[in-house]
């Protein structure tokens, strides 16, 4: 007689099932924090620009008053304030030739020796003077690099970053520049660079939690997957005892009826 095959444990469904719920809670997981991280990029930037108006504003009527009376005593206070401020770097007060008449760093001004064409480098003269060359009133936001602050994450992530994320993360701050007057004509810029430093924060912190969430939901989905496949291997033995057990006297009487066709001898 066959024996019947025991009830193997199903590995492959619980492994079908585990890569289903991963698949699909990590999808929705990835999903909401992108969104997520997006819209607070979104607000954190729009929010930089609305205060950096402000901002450059006021240091503008105070880089107006400070050329009009020869004196940049109360301009330099406010300027120093600036470091206070988180993602504020510099702050800077410079005329048409590039000549600096206040700056946030006493120590940057000295090594530029009073002029930022010294180190055009560091300094985009053509931004940092761009109000000034059209002559215009308004204020300007460009995104801008400084050198001395490397860029975050690899080159193919920020390639990545830049596609799905945000656009301008090759560039690491901002300059805020308007034009200040004299007797109504332009006669230099008051500049402002904020960096991002504050939105790669906020990357790597995203990034952080999503692991943690991806782990958590990898771990669950595995716990349910092995508890399932538990639960229908503990089934399927159950069904395949009942089973047996419904079929033994079926078997006994079988095993009887075969005994007594060998015991009668058949007549020829």
């Known amino acids: 007689m066959q024996k019947d095959k025991p009830v193997q444990f199903p590995y492959i469904f619980v492994i079908i099932l585990f890569l289903l719920l991963a698949i699909m809670a990590s999808s929705a997981a990835i999903l909401y924090k992108y969104r997520q991280l997006a819209s607070d990029i979104d607000d954190f930037t729009v ?13 503008a009527d105070a880089a107006e008053m400070a050329y009009a009376t020869r004196s940049t005593g109360q301009l330099l206070s406010l300027i120093q304030e600036s470091k206070n401020i988180k993602g504020i770097k510099e702050v800077f007060f410079v005329l048409d030739n590039g000549t600096i008449i206040a700056h946030s760093d006493k120590e940057k001004a000295n090594e530029l020796k009073g002029n930022i064409a010294n180190d055009e480098f560091y300094y985009n003269i053509d931004m ?27 080159t193919m992530a920020r390639k990545f970053i830049q596609q799905f994320l945000y656009k301008d993360i090759n560039t690491n701050s901002w300059l805020v520049t308007k034009a200040v007057y004299a007797k109504g004509k332009s006669i230099g810029t008051i ?12 990357m790597m912190s995203y990034y952080k939690e ?7 939901i990898c771990g669950a989905a595995l716990v349910f997957s092995v508890c ?12 395949l005892r009942e089973v ?12 009887i009826r075969s005994i007594i066709k060998e015991a009668i001898p058949v007549k020829e």
């Open 191 to 202: 500049n402002c660079i904020i960096v991002k430093t504050p939105i790669y924060d906020m």
């Open 244 to 255: 047996k057990e419904f079929s033994a006297p079926l078997r006994e009487k079988q095993q």
């Open 128 to 154: 940092i003077l761009y109000p000034h060359a059209k002559q215009s009133i308004e204020l300007f936001i460009f995104d801008y690099f400084v050198p001395d602050l490397p860029l975050p994450f690899n």
């Open 210 to 216: 999503l692991v943690y969430v991806l782990i958590i």
């Open 228 to 239: 399932t496949g538990s639960i229908l291997f503990i089934k399927q033995k159950r069904l």
């Open 47 to 59: 929010q930089v620009k609305n205060i950096s108006k402000t901002l450059i504003a006021t240091y």
